[in-house]
């Protein structure tokens, strides 16, 4: 059990610029999932994956983000044309089933300027 | 999605024993009850979770009201590493992360 990894740990971006986060889930793990978090705020939810299957998006999830897990391992989360708004740490979490135990990652930091 | 409730902040003294309590009064029968916590600068970190039983493990001890509307996460001996933020979620297919409590140990 390696762990969750996110890749990078930091980024900092332009306004307007595109970014891309990756994450690399634990090997058996079913379902993936993406979460955002502000200065002060608990994680919110964005998507979720079951498999290569994107099952639920967020309305937090605007038309500039998206995500994708093409082959059912590793996640890319995508966003477009940044803004200010944007900056948050964006983590990443799986798990094998339904209800069960999630595992986080260590987050990607973003800071748009 | 079902909400939980949490006080703010709870304060303790290092070796002392800390119940963090939670109401979920909109649980449903198939709702996990899971706690979390978050140390600053880190993802969050798994401690425990159940249905309907009081569970064990070598983090903590849940303790689940038998309406389930209520259940309490308890630390049996403080130290100053578990001062963190503490999250109780009801997890059916995702985690819906309220505010959490801000838990101070004090040396």
């Known amino acids: 059990d390696t762990g969750v990894s996110q890749d990078p740990r930091h980024k900092i971006t332009k306004r307007g610029q595109n970014v891309t986060f990756r994450c690399d889930p634990i090997s058996e793990h079913n379902r993936l999932y993406w979460y955002r978090q502000t200065l002060g705020q608990g994680p919110e939810f964005l998507t979720y994956f079951q498999n290569e299957a994107q099952l639920e998006k967020s309305r937090l999830l605007s038309d500039r983000f998206s995500a994708e897990r093409p082959k059912g391992s590793f996640s890319t989360l995508e966003i477009q044309r940044t803004e200010q708004g944007d900056s948050a740490m964006y983590l990443c979490a799986s798990s094998q089933l339904a209800g069960g135990r999630d595992y986080f990652g260590p987050g990607t930091r973003l800071l748009v300027l | 999605d079902a909400k939980t409730t949490q006080p703010n902040s709870m304060e303790s003294n290092e070796e002392e024993p800390v119940h963090l309590p939670c109401n979920h009064s909109t649980i449903s029968g198939t709702d996990y009850i899971h706690w979390y916590r978050q140390l600053p600068s880190q993802g969050p970190e798994y401690v425990i979770h159940?249905?309907?039983s009081n569970v064990n493990n070598r983090m903590a001890s849940l303790a689940i009201a038998e309406d389930r509307k209520s259940s309490t996460l308890i630390l049996h001996r403080a130290t100053l590493r578990d001062a963190a933020v503490y999250y109780c979620i009801l997890n059916t297919d995702k985690l819906i992360f309220g505010t959490g409590t801000r838990l101070q140990v004090f040396p």
């Open positions: 159940g249905l309907t």
